[in-house]
T-cell receptor, first 114, second 110 residues
Framework: KAGVTQTPRYLIKTRGQQVTLSCSPISGHRSVSWYQQTPGQGLQFLFEYFSETQRNKGNFPGRFSGRQFSNSRSEMNVSTLELGDSALYLC?????????????FGQGTRLTVV | GIQVEQSPPDLILQEGANSTLRCNFSDSVNNLQWFHQNPWGQLINLFYIPSGTKQNGRLSATTVATERYSLLYISSSQTTDSGVYFCAPVMMNRDDKIIFGKGTRLHILP
């Protein structure tokens, strides 16, 4: 059974550009969550999607957005990139209809904004 | 205030030593996981343990939900155990979001 797949693994963007990251969950999992990890702030929750609906959202500006497709794959988009958006972005999938079930993480996308 | 607190923040041990990592949380939990973040950034699942005790080889974990803490035990440490260990509870009344602690950075010396 394949794990959670995130693409791309590494990305370098220029300030002001936008970026789209992709996450394919474990087959059969319907919940996908996104997290941002920085040295200063640690791991912070961005948002969660379940069956194509955003079910939960963290405290990030509107430049951060996401969506989920009917096959449960999810994308997150960051517009008008800032230097502070440089981070490791992690995606997690879980199989239950609530967040009580075990979450499995992908390898992450490391974004560098220059 | 702090919702998830992990201690110690850093730990340096000699290979073969045992260690105990602690996680305190501020509310009742629906779920709690322990992860090991490898040098490449991936979070590796160690335990899904909202309550009780589980063991997996040299690692074991205990969550005492009524007292709002969880412990991760690592016995006979190996250099490959180095990395950051995260406690991640899903606390009731927190909109089902996983809240991560700041982690314990473990360095095992050969």
């Amino acid at each position: 059974k394949a794990g959670v797949t995130q693409t791309p693994r590494y990305l370098i963007k220029t300030r002001g550009q936008q970026v789209t990251l992709s996450c394919s969950p474990i087959s059969g999992h319907r919940s996908v969550s996104w997290y941002q990890q920085t040295p200063g702030q640690g791991l912070q929750f961005l948002f969660e999607y379940f069956s194509e609906t955003q079910r939960n959202k963290g405290n990030f500006p509107g430049r951060f957005s996401g969506r989920q497709f009917s096959n449960s794959r999810s994308e997150m988009n960051v517009s008008t990139l800032e230097l502070g958006d440089s981070a490791l972005y992690l995606c997690a999938s879980s199989g239950g209809d609530r967040a009580y079930t075990e979450a499995f993480f992908g390898q992450g996308t490391r974004l560098t904004v220059v | 205030g702090i919702q998830v607190e992990q201690s110690p923040p850093d730990l340096i041990l000699q290979e073969g030593a045992n260690s105990t990592l602690r996680c305190n949380f501020s509310d009742s939990v629906n779920n709690l996981q322990w992860f090991h973040q490898n040098p490449w950034g991936q979070l590796i699942n160690l335990f899904y343990i909202p309550s009780g005790t589980k063991q997996n080889g040299r690692l074991s974990a205990t969550t005492v939900a009524t007292e709002r803490y969880s412990l991760l035990y690592i016995s006979s440490s190996q250099t490959t155990d180095s990395g950051v260990y995260f406690c991640a509870p899903v606390m009731m009344n927190r909109d089902d979001k996983i809240i991560f602690g700041k982690g314990t950075r473990l360095h095992i010396l050969p």
